[in-house]
Nanobody
Framework: VQLQASGGGLVQPGGSLRLSCTAS????????MGWFRQTPGNAREFVAG????????YYANSVKGRFTIPRDSAENTVTLQMNSLKPEDTAVYYC????????????????????WGQGTQVTVSS
């Protein structure tokens, strides 16, 4: 499975960005997808995730109420709508895919995911 992330860029505080991650090749084996982010010198941090069966969505507390995975995402594409962005949201954002059906206790673990995209930079600055 190959993952291609796009949509990053520079935005002012309070602004919005929409990230997309498109999966290709063997997507029948993917049951969940997630978004993580990473800043220099820090571990990769969970942002949001979705389990396709039942359309369960999960969000980190730091982004809850600001970031969403919309329900109108196209097949094999997971979108992350980011609103009310803050400077502390600045990071490289990675999408990931898992063969497993994630639950609350596993969605935020990097070890849950089998495939990773290349990352897209999001910078929130005035």
């Amino acid at each position: 499975v190959q993952l291609q992330a796009s949509g990053g860029g520079l935005v002012q505080p309070g602004g919005s960005l929409r990230l997309s991650c498109t999966a290709s090749g063997g997507t029948f084996s993917v049951n969940s997808m997630g978004w993580f982010r990473q800043t220099p010198g820090n571990a990769r941090e969970f942002v949001a995730g979705i389990r396709f069966s039942g359309s369960y969505r999960y969000y980190a507390n730091s982004v809850k109420g600001r970031f969403t995975i919309p329900r109108d995402s196209a097949e094999n594409t997971v979108t992350l709508q980011m609103n009310s962005l803050k400077p502390e949201d600045t990071a490289v954002y990675y999408c990931a895919a898992s063969r497993s059906r994630v639950i609350q206790s596993t969605v935020g673990l990097t070890t849950t995911y089998d495939f990773w995209g290349q990352g897209t930079q999001v910078t929130v600055s005035s």
